[in-house]
T-cell receptor
Framework: GDSVTQMEGPVTLSEEAFLTINCTYT??????LFWYVQYPGEGLQLLLK?????DKGSNKGFEATYRKETTSFHLEKGSVQVSDSAVYFC????????????FGSGTRLQVQP | GAVVSQHPSWVICKSGTSVKIECRSL??????MFWYRQFPKQSLMLMAT?????????EQGVEKDKFLINHASLTLSTLTVTSAHPEDSSFYIC????????????FGPGTRLTVL
C-alpha cells in the first residue's frame, strides 16, 4: 500500500535559518503530493501541493518539488520565522479511487528567536 | 472559501455513552467527506470515507458498528461514537472534497473527545 516517510522531529532552528524537512513516498499509482501544516491548537491547513513530476509547489516562502525519480517531496524554506513553529505533515493522494490522504508521521518545527 | 466546521470542538463524556460529531462544509458542496483520528503527537489515520447518500467505506480495523457515519447531505456528515470507552479518547478530524475530479481536501478544526 501507499506510505509516506518523513524525518523525525523535533527540528529546532534559530530565526532566519534554512529549513529542510525530508519526505519520501511509496505509491502504487501516480499520486498528488501535499504538505500540510498544523499550528498549535488548530486544524490542518494545506501549505502547498504538486500534482505531477517536476512541479514545484510554493506558498509563504515554503517550496517543495515533486521528484518522481527519487520519490521525494522535500519541504524547504530559506529563512524561517518564529511564526513558522508548527507540525508539518507530508501526504499523498492517489488520483483515482477513494482519494483519501496518506499522511507521514509529522515533523514538529520549533523556531527560536 | 472552502471552510469546514466541526461541532463540538471538544466533548467529555462518561464511558458507555454515545457522542455525535458534526462536520459541515460551509461554502461548498462536499461530494466526499473523510474522517480521521489523530493520537497525541502522531499522524492522522483515516477511519472512513463517506459519499453523500451512500454507505461509508471503513478502513481495515475500524469498527463500523462503533463508529457510525452518516453523510445525509452535500454539506453535512456526522460521526457517532457509540458506547464510548476511554480508549476512544482522541482527536477526530474531518475533511471534505468538493469535486470528483480534483482531490484537494479541506480540513475541519477537529474535535477532541475525552471519555472518562
Amino acid at each position: 500500500g501507499d506510505s509516506v516517510t518523513q524525518m523525525e522531529g523535533p527540528v529546532t532552528l534559530s530565526e532566519e535559518a534554512f529549513l529542510t524537512i525530508n519526505c519520501t513516498y511509496t505509491a502504487t499509482g501516480y499520486p498528488s503530493l501535499f504538505w500540510y501544516v498544523q499550528y498549535p491548537g488548530e486544524g490542518l491547513q494545506l501549505l502547498l501541493k504538486a500534482t505531477k513530476a517536476d512541479d514545484k509547489g510554493s506558498n509563504k516562502g515554503f517550496e517543495a518539488t515533486y521528484r518522481k525519480e527519487t520519490t521525494s517531496f522535500h519541504l524547504e524554506k530559506g529563512s524561517v520565522q518564529v511564526s513558522d513553529s508548527a507540525v508539518y505533515f507530508c501526504a499523498l493522494s492517489e488520483r483515482t479511487g477513494r482519494r483519501a490522504l496518506t499522511f507521514g508521521s509529522g515533523t514538529r518545527l520549533q523556531v527560536q528567536p | 472559501g472552502a471552510v469546514v466546521s466541526q461541532h463540538p470542538s471538544w466533548v467529555i463524556c462518561k464511558s458507555g455513552t454515545s457522542v455525535k460529531i458534526e462536520c459541515r462544509s460551509l461554502d461548498f458542496q462536499a461530494t466526499t467527506m473523510f474522517w480521521y483520528r489523530q493520537f497525541p503527537k502522531q499522524s492522522l489515520m483515516l477511519m472512513a470515507t463517506s459519499n453523500e447518500g451512500s454507505k461509508a467505506t471503513y478502513e481495515q480495523g475500524v469498527e463500523k458498528d462503533k463508529f457510525l457515519i452518516n453523510h445525509a447531505s452535500l454539506t453535512l456528515s456526522t460521526l457517532t461514537v457509540t458506547s464510548a470507552h476511554p480508549e476512544d479518547s482522541s482527536f477526530y478530524i474531518c475533511s471534505a472534497s468538493e469535486s470528483l475530479s480534483y482531490n484537494e481536501q479541506f480540513f475541519g478544526p477537529g474535535t477532541r473527545l475525552t471519555v472518562l
